[in-house]
């Protein structure tokens, strides 16, 4: 990382207080990196801020996909490299892209210091709304990279059993969804 300075000393060429510096760091709206020494001194890395920092995210649907997960980042870690980035984080997660409640991904999003998300598929920060979701982070002065612009349609098919799932699940009961589930997709596969 880039050469630090006392919390103090980068209030101080911002023109704003110690108290006001500290209680942007306590909120989580603070501009830039920064860590807590053992001594319980704040240091700043400011230099970061200038070329933004570039976060990589990849998920997969299902556990059975980790082994694509390593090659997604992969990848991503490369076309980084390939465009002089410096990758500040990683983030990878196993969950649906329907899920609204993704650790990683709300880290990210939270996060005022990422100001480029990479991801392989525009399709892996999430299923619907990624246009919303690109243009609220293009407002703040942050972006989302994609690599490829295509869709995956391998995870596409295991959203569906999600949300088919899901809806099971609130009709029927969480015991039985699942098999009401597959019952209504091979019952959907007979007819066509």
């Avoid at 990589?56 to 082994?67: E, F, G, P």
């Amino acid at each position: 990382m880039n050469q630090g300075m006392k919390l103090s000393t980068w209030a101080k060429s911002k023109g704003i207080g110690y108290r006001a510096a500290y209680n942007q760091l306590k909120s989580g709206v603070f501009p830039c990196p920064f860590e807590q020494l053992a001594t319980g001194t704040y240091v700043v890395y400011p230099e970061n801020t200038k070329s933004g920092n570039t976060v990589i995210y990849c998920r997969v649907s299902s556990h059975d996909q980790k082994a694509d997960l390593a090659r997604q980042l992969d990848r991503v870690r490369s076309f980084c490299a390939v465009k002089g980035w410096t990758v500040f984080k990683e983030v990878t997660e196993v969950a649906s892209g329907l899920n609204d409640h993704r650790k990683g991904l709300l880290s990210i999003l939270s996060d005022a210091t990422v100001t480029r998300v990479v991801v392989e598929h525009r399709d892996r920060l999430a299923r619907f709304g990624v246009a919303s979701l690109a243009s609220s982070l293009a407002a703040a002065g942050r972006q989302v990279v994609a690599i490829n612009e295509t869709e995956q349609k391998d995870d596409l098919v295991q959203d569906f059993v999600d949300v088919v799932t899901s809806m099971c699940a609130r009709i029927y009961g969480k015991r039985s969804a699942k098999n009401k589930a597959k019952k209504m997709l091979d019952a959907a596969k007979e007819e066509a």
